[in-house]
């Protein structure tokens, strides 16, 4: 696949490849997609939350009831 872009955009992609966190300009293109992948993912788990029905009260007792089932039986 080849991408043109105009001469502004092309630099600012050069110059995120020269902070040296990406090798390539493919490399930071496909970080580009992946963080938009993860964005749309969390969009629709979002607009899934607002549609659905509230669960309940999210009050210090439903979090103590949380961390409990995370820490797992006593003395395990």
């Not at 902070?19 to 629709?44: A, H, M, P």
């Not at 509230?54 to 995370?70: C, H, K, T």
């Amino acid at each position: 696949m080849n991408i043109s872009l105009p001469d502004a955009l092309k630099a600012f992609v050069d110059a995120q490849v020269e902070t040296g966190l990406y090798g390539t300009s493919s490399e930071y293109v496909r970080e580009l997609i992946r963080k938009d992948q993860d964005r749309q993912r969390l969009r629709g788990l979002l607009e899934a939350g607002a549609a659905s029905r509230p669960a309940g009260v999210a009050d210090d007792a439903y979090f103590e009831r949380l961390r409990s089932r995370v820490r797992g039986p006593a003395g395990a």
